[in-house]
């Protein structure tokens, strides 16, 4: 715990883990849990940090909008259902593609590195999702990042995302 920290472990004993099976512990295992943290704080950083410019329009379309939000919605309920099947690494996969989505979402956004104030508070908002979804794996790391994306309460605290056929409530 020492070396690596607390949700760094739990995350690699939740990703290797699978119902019914032994985990064979190696040290490996630290590599992808600490890389996924790594990224989310990477990209919380930069989507607080970029100075949002109202010149011009935002990337992200109506139109798109509505999907991200929609597959964001499937996404937390398929990571909702893997934790209550007790399937963590099924559910830490999901986290992980969504981060990839958002962080190419937010590269695409970036116009002579700033942020449309619109495209910018669609990744925060989704950012906070996905801190959601991931803190009952990494509690310590998304109460920080949570902090970092104003949130006012504690993310534990925080109800878990609602959802809904067409998206999110």
């Given amino acids: 715990i020492e ?27 630290l590599a992808p849990a600490r890389k996924l943290l790594r990224r989310l704080i990477t990209l919380a950083d930069q989507t607080t940090k970029m100075a949002g410019s109202p010149i011009g329009k935002p990337v992200i379309a109506p139109r ?20 209550s099947d ?14 990839s989505i958002l962080s190419r979402q937010m590269h695409k956004c970036l116009v002579d590195g700033t942020m449309h104030p619109d495209d ?20 310590f790391h998304c109460e920080e990042i949570w902090e970092m994306l104003g949130g006012t309460s504690l993310v534990s605290i925080t109800p878990w995302p609602q959802t809904h056929a067409t998206g999110l409530t």
């Fill in 86 to 99: 007790y399937r963590p690494n099924a559910a830490l996969r999901i986290i992980d593609r969504r981060i």
């Fill in 120 to 139: 910018q508070g669609t990744i925060k908002r989704s950012l906070k999702l996905v801190v959601q979804t991931l803190s009952p794996f990494a509690p």
């Fill in 3 to 29: 070396d690596h920290g607390s949700d760094v472990l739990r995350l690699a004993i939740a990703w290797a883990a699978n119902p019914g099976k032994q985990i064979h512990w190696n040290y490996s295992l």
């Fill in 64 to 83: 798109h909008l509505q999907q991200m939000e929609s597959s964001l919605a499937i996404d937390i309920e398929r990571v909702a259902a893997f934790i």
